[in-house]
């Protein structure tokens, strides 16, 4: 008697014939699981790490997601995320300790060569082109490598540095 087999059942059989094998050899370096245990567990009951138990589901984070944290947390989880977000990215402050503010505040006042401007300016606005962009003082950048490639205007009571190339204020310094 014969059998008459399509090309696609010849071609499914013996791919099934050829896979067997393989996963039997797949399923031998697998590591001995936790008997007793739903399938896939490998860790013994106990071992999670231990809860602080304050609340009624034992967590003693803040509230989030799983696994959130300072950096990751939602901003419609804290008040404090939600009030960064709403910042303009050119308004966050430059990376400059209150000994270098001190520094730049301070050579920059010093400087009698140049005149206060009358102007109004906050980080993230665009200077007018009338308003007069000055080099920082000579040494400032090399000391200071976060101010590399920044000008200043001199107001009355504070210091605002400027990215030239569009005359955005990128910072502010007051007394």
Known sequence: MRVRLSHGALALTLLALAGAPIAAYAQA???????????????????EPPHGNAGATGDTQSPGPIG?????????FDENVAARDRLPIM????????EQKKQVFHSVMNNA???AEHTGGT??????????LNPLP???EEQIPVLRGFKYVKLQDRVLLVSPANRVVVGEITR
């Not at 370096?29 to 071992?47: C, F, L, R, V």
């Not at 959130?68 to 419609?76: E, I, L, N």
């Not at 308004?91 to 209150?98: G, H, I, S, V």
């Open 29 to 47: 370096d697998q590591p001995a699981q936790n008997p007793g245990s739903a399938k896939g567990d490998t860790q013994p009951a106990g071992s």
């Open 68 to 76: 959130s944290g300072p950096q990751t947390m939602p901003a419609k």
């Open 91 to 98: 308004a966050r402050p430059l990376p400059l300790t209150d």
């Open 113 to 115: 060569q140049v005149a």
């Open 123 to 132: 980080p993230a606005t665009i200077l007018p082109a009338n308003v007069e």
């Open 138 to 140: 000579s040494g400032m």
